[in-house]
């Protein structure tokens, strides 16, 4: 008779063998589970039922022989130590919460191509990497630490509990890479002031969904919480408070250092010449001042784009954000110019009438946001620009991207075509606005975008490097940032990331996404249900 008979006999009195083998396999499918998966889907992925126990007193990271970076990586080094506490949710250093069975020691072995342990990932950085799952061992091949990184996440959610509580992984083959290079979130910090620490969340729930690049729209007309060591008045005027809501230069190398860690760009946005009434509180003659009449209102417009101080001060300012920012891209803004202002303002006409722009003030913004992207490319960094630049017919370098923001899916199929088509590179955001929200299960919306859906040759559509999820601030701070943003922002991930023919339907992603949701939920991210049901791990609190 086997333990586990005996153990039955002994607890249910003189139950019938019959009675008792009922309760065994009840026991025994409750403890029998499987991962659901993987999100976002695997571009190839094949796991079969034979399965693997984990012990966390034997289990280990390691480096393979081959591998060009070794121990005293600080990246994969991070990450090992992240990992573990990810893996094994209830494993407390030097005693387990719980027992766990069999001794047999697992590892995993990485290797990765290019020590590119010091650097920052960057818009050419392979994310590649291979997983082979077998007893006792599992191989993780990258060509470079942002690959390993993207293959360890996949590890982790590879790694399930049964019912008692032990720790299995699956036999299982992986070879992945992204469907697009660039997989943004925007967060903007000028509407509302997010703490760094709530920044720093969106960056590992980023992470986990495998996005890649952090838009930080970190100024606008509300507030300027980014300190200036060049021109510290624009915060300490222009911000909600100048002491405890602005992001001094140690908070922004946190972010930046915190980001890097997890294989995440940092990409920042400083927008103009619209959407910039913060910075005029800070630096004065920096905006046009409006006109009734022939009086001044004593109400400012965008920029003024007449004066050379204009320009002396935009030079001074990008210097020092190249030197702050490593990324090898900066977004310049650029959308929703209200042209009243400059419409009343007498030197401003004065003004197109000797550049001979007549009465077209789109060629007055045009004229601006050439310069500002000639001073940026003077400091080698590559300008992203919202679509109006590009609607406006401004003469911008090749390199630029053009972001879209705008339209239905109709107008943004087309303005992708049109983008293309001029040989320009394009990211999309405009399906991903997801601070919109709606009762009901909107990520399903989120999820069947086809960002490749539009007309044009093969070649235009290689011009199309990515897209965004945006997370507007009117109506969001750290109270709701969380909840709001995940796991709705996994939907575009998974579109960004895998291949759309793999995960072309909604229903077969729901049972995934649920459960990917509950991991996030486990790991400490308030990410909202999608619908009725639980998790088995429900949050527990801040």
């Known amino acids: 008779m086997c333990n586990m008979e005996v153990m039955c006999i002994r607890s249910f009195g003189r139950y019938t063998r019959p009675k008792c083998n009922l309760i065994l396999l009840i026991i025994l499918q409750l403890g ?179 996005f890649n690049v952090f838009h930080w729209h970190i100024v606008d007309d509300p507030s300027f919480p980014y300190q200036s060591r060049t021109f510290p008045d624009l915060s300490s005027k222009g911000a909600f408070h100048p002491m405890t809501h602005i992001y001094t230069q140690s908070d922004v190398r946190r972010v930046i250092s915190h980001a890097r860690l997890w294989g995440i760009r940092v990409l920042p946005e400083f927008d103009s010449p619209g959407h910039t009434q913060s910075w005029g509180k800070g630096q004065s003659d920096l905006l046009t001042p409006c006109y009734r009449g022939s009086t001044p209102s004593g109400t400012f417009g965008p920029v003024n784009p007449v004066l050379p101080s204009t320009y002396q001060f935009m030079a001074r300012l990008f210097k020092e954000v190249s030197s702050v920012f490593p990324d090898s891209y900066i977004h310049l803004g650029g959308d929703e110019v209200d042209f009243s202002c400059w419409k009343s303002n007498p030197d401003v006409r004065a003004f197109m009438q000797k550049m001979g722009f007549g009465g077209d003030f789109t060629k007055l913004e045009a004229f601006y946001m050439e310069k500002i992207v000639n001073i940026t490319s003077a400091l080698n960094k590559t300008s992203i620009v919202w679509q109006d630049v590009f609607d406006y017919h401004e003469r911008i370098p090749k390199d630029t991207v053009l972001h879209i923001w705008k339209g239905t899916p109709a107008s943004y199929k087309e303005e992708l075509s049109r983008m293309t088509k001029a040989g320009m590179r394009v990211l999309l955001a405009a399906p991903w606005y997801i601070n919109h929200i709606a009762y009901g ?42 909840p709001r943003l995940w796991p709705r922002a996994s939907a575009a991930a998974e579109r960004l990331w895998s291949d ?5 339907s909604v229903d077969e992603a729901f049972p995934r996404l649920q459960d990917f949701r509950c991991k996030l939920v486990r790991r400490g991210i308030r990410a909202e249900p999608l619908h009725v049901g639980h998790c088995k791990h429900e949050y527990q609190g801040v």
Request: proline share 5%.
């Open 32 to 210: 029998l589970h499987t991962v659901e998966g993987v999100w976002p889907l695997p571009q190839s992925f094949t796991s079969s039922t034979e399965r693997y126990p984990l012990n966390p007193n034997a289990f280990y990271f390691g480096y393979g022989r081959q591998s060009a970076a070794q121990q005293d990586c600080p990246v994969l080094d991070a990450a090992f130590k992240r990992y573990f506490s990810l893996i094994f949710p209830d494993y407390t250093s030097g005693y387990g919460v719980l027992r766990f069975s069999g001794d047999k020691p697992f590892t995993v072995e990485v290797r990765v191509d290019h020590a590119d342990c010091e650097s920052y990932p960057n818009e050419n950085s392979s994310e590649r990497y291979n997983l082979s799952v077998s007893a006792g061992q599992a191989s993780l091949n990258a060509e470079t630490v942002w690959g390993a990184l993207r293959g360890l996440e996949t590890f982790s959610q590879l790694v399930y509990q049964d019912d008692f509580g032990t720790y299995f992984v699956n036999k299982t083959e992986i070879d992945d890479f992204p469907r697009f290079q660039f997989r943004g979130i925007l967060l903007d910090t000028s509407r509302h002031y997010l703490p760094v620490q709530a920044i720093l969340k969106t960056l590992d729930a980023m992470a986990y969904s495998k």
């Open 500 to 504: 759309e023919k793999q995960t072309s």
């Open 441 to 482: 299960q909107d990520w399903r919306n989120y999820y069947t975008v086809q960002p490749l859906n539009f007309s044009g040759t093969e070649e235009q559509k290689k011009l199309v490097i990515g897209g965004e999820v945006c997370m507007w601030g009117e109506y969001v701070d750290a109270t709701n940032l969380t």
